[in-house]
């Protein structure tokens, strides 16, 4: 009664409920078992947050992104972002990605930043495992650790093609990281 898409990311401590147990207070109450239950569907390629909760006769659609602690009932529409309790669509997935790209420069500035007060020193490279795009170089052999970021997923090929494609926003990571000196 549950049916799982492709490249479906269900984090931590989430539960996903074909049944519903609230029978028992009426049994209790009337001696009737009136049973509940209902089937899951959940699509392709879909991330759902750590502590959510999939209740019975939730269908989550294709490329959908869940919010930690969100509780899905319902019909959830794909290519969007949905978070809360109950799940409510926050954006549309193409928001989301205009504003991923927006927010990432901030947030890999932030790490260096917390690392650097942390630790006295400035983080290792491969540390910025999720920033790597914005500044190695295109025309070089990655490093190890950036080459499986690519390997996430089985999507390769098509992450390679859109890194080669691409321009970083930085010549290099000392580069980036003067950047990051230069805006405190």
């Known amino acids: 009664m549950i049916e799982i898409g492709d490249n479906v990311h269900i984090t931590a401590d989430c539960s996903i409920l074909q049944h519903d147990y609230s029978w028992a207070v009426i ?5 009737e078992v009136l049973g509940s239950c209902g089937t899951v569907r959940i699509g392709n390629n879909v991330f759902v947050g750590q502590k959510s909760l999939i209740l019975k006769g939730a269908e989550i659609g294709d490329n959908t992104i869940i ?31 205009d504003k991923r790209r927006k927010l990432q420069l901030n947030e890999a500035v932030l790490l260096v930043r917390e690392y650097e007060q942390a630790y006295g020193k400035r983080p290792p490279k491969k540390l910025l495992r999720e920033f790597f795009w914005l500044f190695e170089p295109r025309n070089t052999q990655l490093d190890e650790v950036f080459q499986k970021v690519f390997q996430l997923d089985n999507n390769t090929e098509r992450s390679q093609q859109a890194f080669v494609q691409s321009e970083p926003m930085f010549s290099s990571y000392e580069a980036f990281l003067k950047y990051v000196e230069s805006n405190s």
Not at 74 to 89: E, T
């Open 27 to 31: 049994q209790r109450l009337t001696g």
């Open 67 to 97: 919010g930690a602690g969100s509780v899905v009932t319902g019909r959830l529409d794909g290519n969007a972002v949905y978070a809360g309790a109950p799940a409510k669509k926050i954006s549309s997935l193409e928001a989301y990605i």
